[in-house]
C-alpha cells in the first residue's frame, strides 16, 4: 500500500511538469492558433536561466524562479510582436516553421555556448532533505514542486474562470471572430497571454533544474509527451490538458512500477492512451468540435 | 634517331622525378614509394556535436596533433615523413553516417589510420569499412566486445576498454568489497542490456548475486527514475549497491534523483556501469561522494600522467579524460610502429604490432593481443572524493586499486577468427 501510495505522489509529481507546460502549450494554441513547437525549447532556456544566473550571479534559486520566467516571458511577446503575428493570417504550417526554426536556433545558440554536458544545479537548501508524509518519506523538494504546480494550474484557472481578463481571453479562445464584434480588441490580448504562456515553461523549466538533467537537448526529449498531453485532453482546453497531464504522469509511474519487466509499457503507454482516446472522442477528451476540424 | 633519344632522356627524367618526389627525406629515400603519397594521415572520426562531444570529441583531435608533435621531436629528421596530418569528421553518432565518413576519410583524404569513433554501432560499421579497405583502424572510445569478438578483423585494434573490463572492475571488485546485493538499473537498448549481462557475470563470480535487474526506457522522455529508486529500498533482501548503467544525461538524471532519495543514507551504494571524468565534472563530485567506477586511464595518478595532463590542460582548458589519453597514445603507438616498419603499408605495420608490449602514458603493462588484437593493459577502481576533499579542479577520483591488464580484459573470444 505505501509502495502504491509513493508511486501515485511520484506520478503526480511529474504530471505537474507536464501539466505546466501543457498548460502553456494549451492557452497559446487556443488563442492564436499556433502550434508551439519551440515550447519545450523553452523549458531548456528556463533551466538553463537557473543555471547562468546561479553561476555568473551567484542568484540562488529563489530568485531564478522570479526572474526567469519573466524575462522568458518579456522575450515571448517580443518574438510574437516581431514574427509570429505576422503569420497568423496565413497558413499554420507557416507558423509551424517558424516556431520550429526558432527551437532549433535557440537550441544550437545554447550548444554552442555551454555545450552537450549537462551543467550542475544543486537541490536548493532548505528543500534537500526528506519530508514525512505520515506513512512514507519522501524528498522535500518533490513535495514543493507538486504543490507549486498545482497552485499555478489553480491561479490560472480562477484568472479564467473569474476576471474579466478571463473572460476576454476565453470569448476570445472560442470565437474571436464573434468577440471582436462585440467591440473586444482581441489582438491587443494576443500578445500577454503568448508571453504568459512562454513564462509558464520557463518556470517549469526552472523547477525542473535540480532534479533532471540540465542540458541543451531536455526539452526536445520531453515535448513529444507535452504534445501528446494536450491532444489527449483535447487541442485548446486548458482544463483538459492539466487534468490529461496529470492523468499521464500516474498512468506512466504505474506503468513503471508495475510493468517493470516489460520496459517497453513505460516508453509507449501515453502514445497508447492517445490513440484509445481518439479512436473514442477524436476532439480529446475536453476538445470541441470545431478544432478537429 | 633524334625523336628516340629525346624520348629516352625524357622517360630517365621523368623517373628520376617520380623517384625524387618518393623518397624526399625519409630514411629509405631513395628506395622508392615506402610511404604512400609521401605522407601519413591520421583520422580522427568521433561525435563533434553531441552526447560524447565532451568526453571525446574536438579535444581527441587536439590529443592526436600532440602525439604528432612529440613523435616529430622525438625523431627529428629521421622520422619516416615529416609530412604527417590529421583529418577529421563528425559522425553524429550514427552508424549510415560513419559508414559514409569513414569511407570518405580513408579514400578522398587518404587516411591512413581511423581513430576513436564513440558509439557501438558506429565502430562496427567503421570496422567493416577498414577490413574491406585494408587500412588500419584502432578504436579507442567504443564499449562493445563484438570489436573483438564477432566483428573482429585484422585491421581493426579495440584500444581503451569494453563492457568486459568495466563489468569485471566494477562489479567484481565492489562485491569483493562486500557489496554482495546488487539491484541493477540498465537502459532498454544494446548497450545497457550488454552492460547488464556483463555485470550479472561478473558479481556472480565474486559470489555476489543480484536481487533485482530493472531496464528503464531508453530513451527516458519523462527523465523520471523515482519508481525504481523508491523501489530499491523495499527489495528483499536490501540490495547494498545500486549498480547504473546509464550513461550521458540519463547518468545525470539518476545521480541526481538517487540522492534526491537519500539512498546512500539508507544503506544502498552507487556503482556506475560506465562513467567519464567529464560526468563528474557536470555532476559535481558532492553528488557522486563514494561512488565507485572502474576508470581506464586517472590523469593525477603518477607523474607521467599528470605531465601529460598538464600540456592537454594547456592546450584545452579541461583534463583529459582516458579517451583523450587513449587517442594520443594509439596515435604515437601507430607512428612508432611505421617508423620500425619504414613503411605505412598496412600488412607491415600490422606485423610491427601484433604481439607489442608497451608502457606509455596510456598502456601501463600494455600489449596488443595478436589473437583477436584487444589492446590489453592495467585498468583502476576509482572512487569519487567528497568535494571537500578536492584539492584541485578535475581531481575527482581517488585510485582506490589497480587491476592488473592480464585480468581487466577477457581471454581472446573463441568467435574471433582474424
Known sequence: MTGFLQNTFNGLVSGAFLALLALGLAVIFGMLRVVNFAHGTVYMLGAFGAYVLLDSAGLPFWWALLIVPVVLGVGGMVLERAFIHRL??????????LTFGLALILQD???????????????????????????????????????????????????????????VVRAATERPDLTRALGIDVGRWITPVFGFGVALAGLAGVLAAPMRAVNPLMGSDLIIVVFAVVVIGGLGSVFGSVA?????????????????????????????????????RPTGLFGREEMAA | MTTSRFRISAVLAATALLAAACGGGGPQGDSGAKISDNKIVLGVLNDQSGAYAQL???????????????????????????????????????????????????????????????????????????????????NISAATTTLTGAKCNRYTFHYAYDTYMLANGTGKSTTEQGAKNWYVLYPN???????????????????????????????????????????????????????????????????????????RDKGIGLAVGLMFLTDIHSLTPDALAGTTYTDAW?????????????????????????????????????????????????????????????????????KIRAEDHRVIHDAYLAQVKAGKDVAEPWDYVKILKTIPAAEAFRAPSPDCHL
Open chain 2, 56 to 138: 571525446s570529441g574536438k579535444n581527441s583531435v587536439k590529443a592526436v596533433e600532440l602525439a604528432i608533435a612529440d613523435f616529430k621531436a622525438k625523431y627529428g629528421d629521421k622520422a619516416v615523413t615529416q609530412d604527417i596530418s590529421v583529418e577529421t569528421a563528425d559522425h553524429q553518432n550514427k552508424p549510415d553516417v560513419a559508414n559514409t565518413k569513414a569511407a570518405e576519410l580513408y579514400d578522398r583524404k587518404a587516411v591512413d589510420v581511423m581513430l576513436d569513433v564513440p558509439t557501438s554501432s558506429a565502430a562496427e560499421k567503421v570496422a567493416d569499412v577498414a577490413k574491406e579497405k585494408k587500412k588500419l583502424y584502432f
Open chain 1, 244 to 280: 490529461a497531464a496529470f492523468a499521464i504522469g500516474l498512468v506512466q509511474a504505474w506503468g513503471e512500477a508495475y510493468a517493470s519487466h516489460w520496459p517497453i509499457v513505460a516508453q509507449i503507454t501515453v502514445f497508447v492512451v492517445m490513440a484509445a482516446v481518439l479512436l473514442w
Open chain 2, 298 to 366: 586517472y590523469w593525477n595518478f603518477d607523474a607521467t600522467n599528470r605531465a601529460f595532463a598538464d600540456r592537454f590542460l594547456a592546450a584545452t582548458g579541461v583534463r583529459p579524460t582516458f579517451a583523450h589519453a587513449a587517442n594520443y597514445s594509439a596515435a604515437m603507438q601507430y607512428l612508432e610502429a611505421v617508423q620500425a616498419a619504414g613503411t605505412d603499408g598496412a600488412d607491415a605495420v600490422i606485423k610491427q604490432l601484433e604481439g607489442k608490449e608497451i608502457n606509455d602514458v596510456f598502456l601501463r603493462n600494455g
Open chain 1, 88 to 97: 497568423t493570417r496565413l497558413d499554420p504550417l507557416y507558423n509551424f516553421l
Open chain 1, 109 to 167: 545558440l545554447v550548444k554552442w555556448r555551454y555545450g552537450v554536458q549537462s551543467t550542475p544545479y544543486a537541490t536548493p537548501s532548505g528543500l534537500d532533505g526528506t519530508l514525512d508524509l505520515g506513512l512514507f518519506d519522501f524528498p522535500a523538494y518533490r513535495v514543493f514542486v507538486l504543490g507549486f504546480a498545482v497552485a499555478a494550474c489553480v491561479a490560472v484557472w480562477l484568472v479564467l474562470a473569474r476576471t474579466r481578463v478571463g473572460v
Open chain 2, 189 to 263: 537498448y544494446q548497450f545497457g542490456q550488454d552492460m547488464e549481462k556483463s555485470f550479472s557475470a561478473a558479481i556472480g563470480a565474486a559470489g555476489g548475486s543480484v536481487v533485482a535487474r530493472d531496464a528503464a526506457p531508453f530513451p527516458n522522455t519523462s527523465g523520471d527514475y523515482s519508481t525504481y529508486l523508491l523501489k530499491a529500498p523495499t527489495l528483499n533482501p536490501k540490495p547494498d549497491v545500486l549498480g547504473t548503467m546509464q550513461a550521458g544525461a540519463e547518468l545525470v538524471n539518476v545521480v541526481k534523483q538517487y540522492n534526491e532519495f537519500k539512498l
